[in-house]
């Protein structure tokens, strides 16, 4: 056999080999690929334990309402309902604020409130340490009363009453300091009323 048989021996050999290697790496392929699913449904599983709603009163979802304050400075200035003395029935004295947790819940709630910066439209602000609330169980001519005074913030949520149970309510009165020196003018803000399961902290 000459050299150009030679040649042509091995190059079909080569031809052989290259084409086999295609075909079976090409076979693998559509082995892999033809029929393959175009999407994939795996399933996911979770279980609650606790779960709770909580509600607002029809005067505290209308709003904390100070009134007009003529003489500076007042110290402890009330919101309008917090003692609610103008009815003449038996829930004189009683504060009209307060948050509900549901009877659809499974868990007592605790209660964490925020506020953002009391100011006006022209940005004349009120100091947030000027705004304290407390906020009990009981809703009597006491409690919630000053001597449990908390002291609003924008900053972090500050941790009120705990424990509060199904069905049961959270009452709250609001007062305001306002110095001697503060600028005429409608101040404004809003409070949040946040509840977590009992022993999950504010965030």
Do not use: H
């Not at 505290?60 to 007009?68: K, P």
């Not at 424990?163 to 404004?188: E, K, M």
């Amino acid at each position: 056999m000459g050299q150009i048989d030679r040649l042509t021996v091995v190059l079909s050999i080569a031809l052989i080999v290259a084409v086999f290697g295609w075909a079976s790496s090409t076979f693998t392929l559509m082995q892999t690929t033809t029929g393959a699913a175009t999407y994939v449904s795996p399933e996911s599983q979770v279980t609650i334990q606790k779960y709770f709603s909580i509600n607002a009163s029809g005067n505290l979802s209308a709003g904390i309402d100070f009134g007009v304050i003529e003489t500076l400075p007042t110290a402890n200035q009330n919101a309008t309902l917090n003692w609610n003395d103008t009815s003449g029935g038996s829930d004189d004295n009683e504060t009209l604020y307060w948050i509900t947790v549901e009877t659809d819940s499974n868990t007592p709630v605790d209660i964490c409130i925020l506020a953002t910066a009391l100011n006006t439209s022209g940005g004349v602000e009120i100091e947030i340490g000027n705004y304290t609330f407390s906020d009990s169980e009981w809703n009597n001519i006491t409690y919630p009363g000053p001597i449990d005074e908390l002291t609003m913030s924008t900053s972090a949520y500050v941790a009120g009453e705990t424990g509060i149970a199904v069905g049961s309510s959270d009452y709250f009165r609001f007062w305001l300091d306002v110095p001697a020196t503060q600028a005429t003018g409608t101040y404004n803000n809003t409070v949040t009323i946040l509840g977590t399961s009992t022993g999950v902290p504010c965030p």
